[in-house]
């Protein structure tokens, strides 16, 4: 089973990931952070194996998480989520500072899964 | 009357309904046409032959770096584009802006031409998968929905109400019928009342305002649950919050596809009661309501400064 971690302060899409993840058969939901600042101190305690992320966020949002998780794992495997997924510099900045992919809102469970599992797989 | 709940639509199928505006890169890198890395080295190369409207001036021999200078000193006391900034400040004429711009579109290269140049994948491929990407984009293509001639950024509008209207059936599984929009001086109270602000080339507030029994078939269709008794109103009134997002969040994609640049603040409840909501005096107030099938109330607004 794969581990994953759901970085969002939004409690609907942590709830509607945690579904998706739940149901699949190879992931594990392993927890839920709100902020930045909680997800980094989880990433550490949980060790998840790919991280879903929020780009806007209080208190530390989704990009500065994201160039802190991979100043520390370069090697880590997190995807971006975003209704604002569209907006092409968006996708272009979170791409380069190392997210492997983003999935945009509203999901769609099984291109969730089929974008997690690409991305655990290093497709 | 009708039953007391709005219908709620069956959820649809992978690959059905559940679709957002979408980059061509990322829709490819889903399709697993190319790599994460690929995509990184594509934008690289994009980035070099791209050029900013001051950059291809200066390439183009028509502008000194002194002058872009004075011209990014300006815009902080100013907010103009660049080119007109430059006309503005006679180091340009119109002839010659148009003349940068008309070669910064020449010579764009698109994230699909790169692709192709970095061997990340062939012309005929490309063909098929821009094929495709119109495809799953095509839920998005704006139909025709009327605008008062007083509202301002018409455009728009008319494309924020379309992709609300379409989430309204896709995400919140709410049938409906549209209202044609109109211009109003205030909103009535509502059970619950999400705002949301956006800033940039249109500066605007969008609305959602829902009774109780839509916001529960939302909080239904969201969440996929049948029983919501057990979910406290916070989680509630958070789904109609996270439907707002959304909404505004392809709204803005598909602004920025068609030039706009909109930064969105994330979506607050507004208190209101029974009480009115004032369209502020700068502002306009277009409100697009829809009927549902019980006569329950479900209505959306932008109010846009001119």
């Known amino acids: 089973m794969h581990k994953v971690l759901v970085v969002d302060d939004s409690i609907t899409v942590a709830r509607q990931l945690q579904k998706i993840i739940e149901g699949s058969g190879d992931l594990q939901f392993v927890g839920h952070a709100k902020n930045g600042a909680e997800a980094l101190k989880m990433k550490a305690t949980e060790n998840p194996d790919i991280v879903c992320m929020d780009m806007s966020m209080p208190i530390m949002d989704g990009v500065q998480t994201l160039r802190a998780m991979i100043a520390k794992d370069p090697n880590a495997k997190v995807v971006m989520i975003s209704s604002l997924a569209g907006v092409g510099d968006k996708f272009n900045e979170v791409i380069k500072l190392g997210a492997k992919n983003v999935l945009a809102k509203p999901f769609e469970g099984e291109q969730v899964l089929a974008t997690l599992r690409a991305v655990l797989a290093g497709v | 009357m009708g039953a007391r709940f709005p219908v709620v639509l069956k959820r649809a199928s992978a690959g059905g309904w559940f679709m957002a505006v979408k980059f061509f890169g990322q829709f490819l890198v889903e399709q697993r046409a190319v790599s994460a890395d690929q995509i990184l080295e594509a934008i690289r190369l994009q980035e070099t032959r791209n050029l900013k409207f001051g950059d291809m001036a200066i390439q183009m021999g028509l502008l000194t770096d002194r002058q872009m ?42 994230i699909g031409e790169a692709l192709v140049e970095i061997g990340a994948v062939d012309h005929s491929k490309l063909e098929h998968y821009l094929n495709e990407f119109k495809l799953d984009q095509a839920a998005y293509i704006t139909d025709d929905i009327e605008m008062p001639d007083e509202v301002p950024h018409p455009d728009f509008c008319r494309f924020c109400a379309d992709i609300t209207y379409k989430l309204l059936t896709r995400m919140a599984g709410v049938r409906h019928r549209p209202v044609p929009a109109q211009v109003v001086d205030a909103l009535e109270g509502n059970d619950v009342v999400v705002s949301m602000n956006m800033l940039g080339s249109v500066n605007a507030m969008f609305i959602v305002s829902v009774s109780r ?68 005096e700068e502002m306009v107030g277009v409100y697009f309501p829809v009927v549902v099938p019980d006569g329950s109330r479900c209505e959306f607004a932008l109010f846009v400064a001119p």
């Open chain 2, 213 to 280: 029994d839509i916001m529960v078939a939302i909080a239904k269709s969201v969440l996929e649950i049948d029983d919501i008794t057990p979910e406290p109103d916070e989680v509630l009134i958070d789904t109609v919050k996270e439907f707002a997002n959304v909404v505004l969040g392809n709204v803005v994609a598909k602004a920025q596809i068609k030039g706009y640049k909109i930064e969105i603040v994330p979506p607050e409840l507004l208190e209101v009661g029974d009480g009115l909501i004032a369209v502020p």
């Open chain 2, 69 to 110: 200078e004075t011209a990014h000193k300006a815009q902080r006391r100013e907010d103009l584009p660049l080119g007109d900034m430059l006309v503005k400040l006679g180091f340009l004429n119109n002839f010659q802006r148009e003349a940068i711009i008309a070669k910064q579109k020449s010579q764009h290269l698109y």
